[in-house]
């Protein structure tokens, strides 16, 4: 026991889904995870048995420095509403508004985690008018700041960690929950976003099961419809990082093998995409957003090219919901 | 007579907070408190109709395909469209896949951990239930979490992953399924149905479906082989500690109806009272505020009217929530709810011995584990890989609709109404909002407010051990109630 590290889970401004994803992990499942990990769970909003005033007992202590906080999870956004006073969300028993236990016990903790993209940007509880003024741990949107300011480093000398992605994948929190327990996560393991590079150094587009039909500009037209959805459908699996098409979610899912759009939700800001989330926004017919790391000249030239060489297969396919022409079969005896 | 004030009531999905009188041993009045506000009606003013699909079900990550369901409807009805028969199939094993998860996971991981406290270390019990249902360490957990996610492959295959899908559309489902797809949808439920037969009941299926009275299960329960199982364990526990005299509330129960196929819904709407189950009558859904951190409370609104506007200094608030009222009236929702509106026998029976309580709350969330997984199977053999399951949409510039449908906490409804293209006004009525109201101008106390009066208080308690599990038996959704 001695040798655990110590993790406490608190939730704030958002769905609670994070937790609900971790639920899904397997082999080993959510709890496994951790116990392999070697550890162990102060609180969890969801999980643990301590309810009321045993709960605040475990966070005065920590506060206190009377017990040791090796990891400080937040899952939500920091709700700093209405007007700074964080009366939006107090926490439950304590008269306290969260944003203050949250910045005082980060500055317990050797790591603080921010768990899906609420907790690091201020994610989809920040949409619209941002109505109860949320922000993440350590940003707002893409400014670095949030709640704990620019400079933060938690005890370890680390930044927030941002497990970015709404919800998080169950194996992203405990890959990066199971490194830092075994004292191989540093800084260099974040990309500039403060994610883990583990799956944010991919991008959704790698192992898309539609990638014939986006070498071919096929596009889908509609919901349901097999073909690349970047095209009409706001599809942006070709810029958002995270590795959800080599990865897999509940088995064998992903937004895409779903017939959606990737809607970006690892980045900051992807609660407001500033155009409607499933309808690609066009210039002269040529989508906005086009690949990470291509020339926008030799995407439009390869597009209007790989166009006029689409196969029928492909054009008939793309905009059916089941195989209409399967793929013709090459014999070696020639007839 | 001294004022306790309970939280972080955790267990529990999202923030809570009760607040008690405590008077000569019991529970003498009750505050039930949601703590956090986000403003999801707010944030949906002026998007685009079609982006709702996108934010609500982000409202909540445990009732999140419900929510997409009731923004499916709502914005289904608006256009004045039908779904395919396979959208619709497709649909409900979507939700029918999130409302049995959140089944399992309530009574795995949110409920039964209780009985672990000391203060039952005396019960003939404890022991075993200690060693299956400790939180985090418990054998059950171990169970029953591989079991839950592989039943949630289906999300994985039909929905992208869980939660947050953009599979549900107002026009059908955006995952077509086929042929050789359907049978592996029978593997993974036949892969849970075994997981539910051997741990959970001990016994088939249809055996659970069939019990059809209150001494239909205490026979069943006296059996071997069923009193080993987790549902035999709850029911000794129950039995034990009377937990059918802890927790009534109003005895008024409603529900919107689910799982339509052709039009028809598996569970039907209507509200029971008395013995009497009467239409459901949505134009007489009106939400009070008097209580709530909101303005605008001059008089209660329909949800078509509703304004959200917080203001945590309202003299008389003391929670987020609204109060909805049916008629004026309190009404409870959830399984038990659910069921007794369509009337299965062995719900009728308990609520004509006990109504509403710790007890017949749980049993009627584990037979609805029995009754929808049976129906699963049926959804899945109807569906036509060749035929559609999205129909191409329109949406009017102006515009009204209703989306009314069951989560497996209950009632959730969402009104919409459009104009010049936009979103004009959103509100949504969770399931929680319905049991964790406040009061409303009349004095009126919520469904939960009036299922703690009475509860009691054992020597020396901190955090009452009947009032968490009453608060619990609901299965209440903090983040659904205030969104």
């Known amino acids: 026991m001695t040798n655990k590290l110590n993790l406490l889970w608190l939730q704030s401004g958002g769905c609670g889904g ?67 006073t964080g009366k939006f ?28 993209t609420c907790a690091a940007y201020g994610g989809i509880t920040a949409a619209g008018g941002n109505p109860s003024d949320a922000c993440g741990m350590q940003y707002d949107g893409e400014k670095k700041g949030g709640l704990l300011g620019v400079d933060f480093r938690s005890r370890a000398n680390i930044p927030v960690v941002n497990i970015a992605g709404c919800p998080t994948h169950p194996n992203w929190v405990t890959d990066t929950l199971a490194e830092i327990a075994m004292g191989d996560f540093t800084e260099v393991n974040m990309d500039y976003l403060g994610r883990p ?139 | 007579m001294s004022r306790r004030i309970i939280g972080p009531f955790n267990r529990v999905e999202g923030d809570l907070e009760v607040q008690l009188d405590i008077e000569d041993g019991q529970v003498n009045d009750a505050w039930v408190v949601s703590p956090m506000y986000r403003g999801f009606e707010q944030m949906l003013h002026g998007k685009k109709p079609t982006d709702a699909m996108s934010y609500v079900p982000r409202i909540c990550g ?31 094993l979507i939700l029918a896949n999130e409302n049995l998860s959140d089944h399992l996971t309530h009574f795995y ?19 075993g239930v200690k060693m299956r249902f400790t939180a985090v360490k418990g054998t059950a957990a171990k169970d029953m979490l591989p079991a839950r996610a592989q039943f949630m492959h289906m999300m994985g295959m039909l929905a992208g992953k869980w939660p947050h899908t953009l599979s549900i ?28 037969e051997n741990t959970l009941f001990g016994d088939k299926l249809e055996s659970i479906a069939n019990l059809s009275s209150a001494k239909d299960l205490q026979a069943w329960a006296m059996q071997d082989a069923h009193r080993k199982s987790d549902l035999g364990l709850f029911l000794e526990i129950a039995d034990s500690l009377n937990l059918a005299d802890m927790g009534n509330a109003t005895d008024h129960f409603m529900s919107f109806g689910v799982y339509p196929v052709a039009g028809k819904n598996l569970f039907k709407a ?61 009404v409870e929702v959830g399984a038990l709810a659910r069921q007794i509106v369509n009337g299965h026998p062995l719900i009728q029976s308990l609520i004509g011995q006990s109504g509403g309580n710790v007890r017949n ?54 009104w919409l109404r459009v104009k010049n293209g936009r979103i004009l006004n959103y509100q949504i009525i969770a399931p929680t909002t319905w049991n964790f109201a406040p009061r409303d101008a009349h004095g009126q106390l919520g469904a939960l407010e009036q299922a703690l009066l009475g509860a009691p208080i054992r020597e020396g308690e901190e955090t009452p051990v009947s009032v968490q599990h009453i608060v619990r038996s609901f299965d209440p959704c903090m983040v659904c109630t205030v969104h």
């Not at chain 1, 064998?252 to 407001?272: L, V």
């Not at chain 1, 906005?288 to 090219?305: N, Q, Y």
């Open chain 1, 18 to 84: 994070c937790t609900m994803s971790l639920l899904n992990a397997e082999s080993p499942d959510a709890l496994g995870c951790l116990d392999m990990a070697g550890i162990h769970l102060l609180w969890h909003p969801s999980l643990s048995l301590e309810t009321g005033q045993s709960v605040t007992n475990i966070l005065h202590a920590i506060s206190a420095g009377e017990i040791k906080l090796d990891i400080l999870c937040l899952e939500g956004s920091v709700v700093r509403g209405p007007n700074n």
């Open chain 1, 89 to 116: 969300h107090m926490l439950a028993g304590t008269g306290e508004p969260m944003m203050h236990w949250v910045e005082g016990l980060s500055a317990q903790a050797e790591y603080v985690v921010a768990v899906g």
């Open chain 1, 197 to 335: 590079r583990s799956y944010a150094d991919q991008l959704v587009h790698h192992g898309c099961t539609r990638n014939e039909f986006y070498e071919f500009k096929a596009s889908a037209e509609k919901p349901s419809d097999l073909g690349c959805m970047m095209e009409h459908m706001g599809c942006v699996g070709t810029q958002a990082h995270a590795d959800c098409n080599t990865r897999l979610w509940n088995g064998e899912g992903s937004c895409i093998r779903g017939g959606y759009a990737c809607i970006n939700c690892t980045a900051p800001g992807f609660e407001e995409p500033g155009h409607t989330f499933t309808q690609t926004p066009k210039i002269a017919g040529i989508p906005i957003g086009l690949p990470t790391d291509m020339p926008k000249a030799w995407f439009v030239a390869l597009a209007s090219l790989s166009k006029a060489a689409t196969p029928e297969r492909l054009k008939k396919n793309a905009v059916a919901d089941h195989v209409e022409i399967a793929p013709s079969i090459h014999l070696k005896s020639k007839k």
């Open chain 2, 62 to 92: 445990i009732c999140s395909v419900a929510q997409s369901v009731a923004a499916a409807y709502a914005i289904a009805d608006a256009q004045g469209i039908q779904v395919p028969k396979n959208g619709e199939l497709a649909t409900n």
């Open chain 2, 109 to 127: 991981m949110f409920f039964m951990p209780d009985f672990t406290r000391e203060v039952y270390q005396h019960e003939p019990w404890y022991a």
């Open chain 2, 169 to 196: 559309q107002p026009g059908g489902t955006s995952r077509a399924i086929t042929a050789i797809e359907k049978v592996r949808l029978l593997g993974i439920i036949y892969q849970f149905r075994s997981f539910l």
């Open chain 2, 270 to 330: 209507g509200v029971w009272k008395d013995d009497i189950v009467s239409p459901l009558q949505p134009e007489t859904i009106k939400e009070d505020v008097s209580h709530s951190w909101m303005k605008n409370g001059d008089k209660p609104k329909h949800p078509h009217e509703g304004v959200t506007i917080p203001d945590p200094d309202m003299k008389d608030g003391y929670t987020w929530c609204k109060a909805p009222r049916l008629g004026g009236d309190v």
């Open chain 2, 361 to 414: 709350r749980v049993v009627a969330r584990l037979l609805e584990l029995a009754l929808v997984v049976i129906e699963m199977e049926t959804w899945v053999k109807a569906i036509r890989p060749t035929e559609p399951f999205y129909h191409l949409t329109s949406m009017p510039d102006e515009a009204e609709g209703a989306g009314m449908m069951e989560a497996a906490r209950g009632s959730l409804g969402h």
